[in-house]
Nanobody, 116 residues
Framework: QVRLVESGGGLVQPGGSLRLSCAAS????????MSWFRQAPGKEREWVAT????????FYGDSVKGRFTISRDNAKNTLYLQMNSLQPEDTAVYYC?????????WGKGTLVTVSP
């Protein structure tokens, strides 16, 4: 059974940083692309970033490019999202997603609030 558990969210001031983690289990983590999405209040879910399998390539949405970094530790079955220069518009619930053979699995999300 696939399980994705996000952590690391919280309240941060504008300009601050957070690192999110997503602990994966129930599948061979290293074999699959992984992604981060976010959903702000009253808005649709938005793609944030994707990381491939080895050799690693990364892809970012325009709104986070240059500020966020996606990474993975296959030995720990963990996905990360380093978020720098956070702004109020980054406030959202952040979700990790795996894509295996055309099937998407989602975590329950972690809330990030950027506010003075």
């Amino acid at each position: 059974q696939v399980r994705l558990v996000e952590s690391g969210g919280g309240l941060v001031q504008p300009g601050g940083s957070l690192r999110l983690s997503c602990a994966a289990s129930g599948f061979t983590f290293s074999n699959y692309f992984m992604s981060w999405f976010r959903q702000a209040p009253g808005k649709e879910r938005e793609w944030v970033a994707t990381i491939s399998t080895i050799p690693v390539s990364t892809f970012y949405g325009d709104s986070v490019k240059g500020r966020f970094t996606i990474s993975r530790d296959n030995a720990k079955n963990t996905l990360y999202l380093q978020m720098n220069s956070l702004q109020p518009e980054d406030t959202a619930v952040y979700y990790c997603k795996s894509r295996r053979d055309g099937v998407d699995d989602w975590g329950k999300g972690t809330l990030v609030t950027v506010s003075p």
